[in-house]
């Protein structure tokens, strides 16, 4: 028993580790759309190039996605982690100094850097020293990136009215990239400092299922990134302050984490994934719907059926690509293709969002848009049967 307590104590902080640098994935983005009008009023900046705090680091996030394996694999699991979280601090930081929309945008490409060198090795870190438990432990991971988001989204109005300063909302979360390196480093007895660089490298580019499950996680994701960048914006649209718009956000945001946490806990029970995407995909739908029918009735319902839905499709999209391979450094590398391929998809819905928020004046038909996306991928789901998986990957 005494062995047992012993070995379990460093997964456990380890465990504490990922999900402290999971929560730094997010603010830097999440921070944005609660104090776009306060930024607007001081920065020349439409809704269309307002997108792009939001697009291009996603963009960069899946670009960065394909050399994230192969950066890991040099440096080590410690030192790239170490180094990403440097990064996404100091762009963080260096918004207290900006002047320009384009040193904004410039900041958030860095610090999307950072979170794609990130995500791109945490899944096959995870199913390498949490084998027992990948769905629970990428609930955890997943759900720490979405509570980052409920953080920003939730606080940076509240920084903005304490402060009276944009600059300061967006670059106070610095100090949490700072805390997390810091506990990260602490770990180094658990984590080697090299990585194996013996790993074949192998390409996904050849695979349908690959393009597949890419293209499945991209379009969840765009639902994702739309919402996160535009819903604050709405509400402030709707006639709402910016910090209850905010805090609306932060609440959908609370949802995710919820759904994180309970949907992986429950989908660890079987591996048959279907009925479980079917029915987060119907609360998404149920939510964009009463997002545009009735956005100021039951203000609260449509935010909790958005979060519940998009909380839990996000590690769900993951674990699924995850269940095809047993080895974890190919499913490393699958799940690296499928977010570099996927973010590439997503990182082009809020720039989509933006441009019809400027033609048509609403953002109503970019919900409907997003809406008829879901009911694409719940089609999808039907091929994702797991007696088939060994097939797609010989």
Known sequence: MENVRATARPAVWLMLAVMLVALNLRPSMAAVGPLLSAIRGDIPLSFSLASLLTMLPVMAMGLAMFFGIGISQRLGERRTVLWSLLLIGLATLSRLFVDSAAELIVSAILAGIGIALIQALMPALIKSRFPDNVALCMGLYVTSIMGGAAIAASFAPLVLISTGSWRMALAVWAILAMLALLFWWSQRGNLPAT?????????????????????????????????LAWLAPYYVEKGWSEQNAGLLLGFLTAMEVISGLVVPAIANRSRDRRIILMALLGLIIAGFCGLILSPQHLSLLWPCLLGLGIGGLFPMS??????????????????????????????????????????????????????????IMALMVLRFDPRRYSQHFQ
């Not at 050849?206 to 890419?214: E, N, Y």
């Not at 933006?354 to 970019?366: H, N, V």
């Open 318 to 375: 993951l674990i699924v690509s995850l269940d095809h391979l047993d080895n974890p450094q190919r499913a490393g590398g699958l799940t690296a293709f499928v977010q570099g391929i996927g973010y590439l998809i997503a990182g082009l819905s809020p720039l989509l969002a933006g441009m019809i928020r400027d033609q048509l004046g609403s953002f109503e038909w970019a919900w409907w848009s997003l809406t008829g996306v879901m009911v």
């Open 195 to 227: 990585a194996n660089t013996s790993v074949r490298k192998e390409t996904f580019f050849k695979h349908s299922r690959a393009w597949l499950l890419a293209i499945f996680f991209g379009l969840g994701t765009a639902s994702y990134t739309c919402v």
